[in-house]
């Protein structure tokens, strides 16, 4: 991008060109201040040169400025309409900024005058995936691909997209193309590890995953820390450990089943430090009262995230490692996985509080459901089915259901109540979003959880709470297998095809009404 925006200056004049030559190596540099400066002085002598507005557009998404950059970005494409660059850029903004049928508009002109070009096809992808159009989206790229050779960016995108469609072999076989092509592409690798821990292949799998942990990786979050980092086979005895949670709060669960393995590895001068979202440190203190417990903090630096901990006892740690790392080691296999009951342990006097209260509120069986993730857009969208399609399950006779999803839910409670005449109880006492150890703690005084793999989802399956999981085909986190492994008690339900819920729901409604139909 850069590159070529300094071949255009070449033709420039004076202290113009040579501004703007300064203001493009204050950009590489990540000096986006010094960037924003030069180019505003050379739109002083010339407030129509493109290239100007195009670097200052850049400088300003870099800072996540996006309404300047966008206005910038306008102004460049008004003055060099013959570029393929600045209408890129600006569609990736675009998407950015969640304007996905304007990000589409403008790739769709760009493609008009230049079909063949790759990066417009790949972000034409990319902005059909921001809208829920998935199988439009591989359609795209499966066109473009047909007799081309040499784009594994779009092999990459189209392998990934694939896996989320639950066709985890052909996913493989395209993302095994593009590593070939291009070895260190680290979100091919780390899309081919999915693939691979969707087939079962949890060696491979497992190994892949680490490019989580890769500069180069898409969703990369530095962890701050100077301290030699554990790997497999590393001997924890008599050494201070600092594990830390990552990837999202269900995720920091549901690897928290190896924690009790981790801390039978102890000896008694080890010590376990766990860093975990602010929100759990309780309930994970409970629950392991042999590892100090407290929180990390996020932050951005750069451009990337990054993850501090800022409670560390006086000397650190010897050795620190994200909690998912541990997983090579400790779940190689699915016999490795737990058999036992629950490993968070939720307040026992809360769990009583909530019985008491659901027995007086609600005579009958007591389901509690989830449908839906706090982010629930674009391509996470097909992962969850649209709530209408819960009616067979809303409908099964006697059942009294209780809201457990967190966020805004009052348009699906309205639509249960006016639609389909039921009435999901709203325990308005808890904080859903916030109070996670007192959701853990209603969880586990239903009798069923029903629902999509969310925080909360995760909170009740780890504590053990009879649970029925509805997941996407081909979920990678089922491990190739037809039961969901991280939780031995979980019942997993998925469709047979691609985004197909209706037969799935039947199911479940067949199934709620057959077993807890005597308890009516």
């Not at 209408?87 to 760009?110: F, K, Q, V, Y």
């Not at 590895?265 to 860093?275: D, I, K, M, V, Y």
């Not at 006086?314 to 699915?334: H, K, N, V």
Request: glycine share 10%; with cysteine; hydrophobic share 45%.
């Amino acid at each position: 991008m850069l590159g070529k925006t300094a071949r255009w200056i070449a033709d420039g004049k004076g202290s113009e060109a040579a501004a703007l030559t300064l203001a493009i190596a204050a950009l590489k540099r990540r000096d986006f201040e010094e960037t924003a400066a030069l180019c505003l002085k050379v739109l002083d002598a010339d407030e129509r040169n493109g290239q100007a507005w195009h670097v200052l557009a850049i400088s300003h998404e870099a800072r996540k400025d996006f309404p300047t950059a966008l206005s910038c970005y306008e102004a460049a494409l008004a003055l060099l309409p013959g570029n393929s660059i600045v209408p890129l850029n600006l569609s990736r903004l675009a998407l950015t900024m969640g304007l996905n049928d304007i990000a589409e508009r403008l790739i769709r002109a760009l493609l008009d005058s230049d079909p063949g070009n790759p990066e417009g096809t790949n972000n034409l992808a990319i902005a059909l995936v921001a809208q829920g159009r998935i199988e439009e989206a591989i359609d795209v790229l499966r066109t473009f691909l047909e007799g081309r050779h040499g784009h594994p960016n779009l092999l990459n995108t189209l392998g990934s997209l694939v896996l989320e469609t639950g066709d985890p072999e052909t996913a493989n076989l395209l993302l095994m193309e593009a590593l070939r092509m291009a070895p260190g592409m680290a979100t091919a690798a780390f899309n081919r590890a999915l693939a691979c821990l969707a087939l079962g292949d949890l060696e491979e799998g497992w190994r892949g995953y680490e490019y989580r942990n890769n500069p180069d990786w898409t969703g990369f979050v530095r962890n701050v820390r100077t301290e030699a980092a554990w790997r497999p086979g590393l001997d924890i005895s008599g050494r201070r450990l600092l594990i830390l949670g990552e990837q999202g709060l269900g995720d920091e669960v549901m690897f928290a089943g190896i924690l009790p393995e981790v801390v039978e590895r102890l000896s008694p001068t080890s010590e376990l430090l766990l860093a975990v979202e602010p929100r759990l440190v309780h309930l994970m203190s409970r629950s392991f009262p042999d590892i100090r417990v407290g929180p990390h903090r996020m932050g951005e630096v750069g451009g990337h995230g990054v993850r501090v901990v800022p409670w560390l006892p006086e000397g650190g740690c010897d050795l620190w490692t994200p909690i998912a790392s541990l997983l090579q080691e400790f779940r190689p296999t699915i016999p490795s996985f737990a058999t036992g009951g629950g490993f968070l342990k939720p307040d026992p006097e809360r769990v009583s509080h909530w019985r008491r209260v659901l027995e007086r509120a609600l005579p009958g069986p007591r389901v509690g459901l989830l449908w839906k993730s706090a982010i629930l857009a674009g391509r996470r969208q097909p992962y969850f089915s649209p709530f209408d399609a819960w009616a067979p399950v809303l409908r099964t006779p006697g059942i009294r259901f209780v809201n457990l999803q967190y966020g805004d839910c009052a348009a699906e409670l309205a639509m249960a109540r006016d639609q389909f005449g039921v009435e999901i109880w709203d325990p308005r006492e808890v904080d859903l979003m916030q109070d996670l150890d007192d959701v853990t703690a209603l969880s586990s005084a239903l009798d069923l959880v029903i629902g999509f793999s969310n925080a909360t989802f995760n909170l009740a399956a780890a504590a053990g709470a009879p649970a029925w999981m509805i997941a996407a085909k081909g979920a990678w986190t089922a491990l190739g297998t037809d039961r969901y492994p991280w939780y031995p008690q979980v019942r997993l339900y998925q469709p047979a095809a691609f985004a197909e819920w209706g037969p799935v729901m039947d199911r479940v409604a067949g199934d709620l009404a057959r077993e807890f139909g005597a308890r009516v």
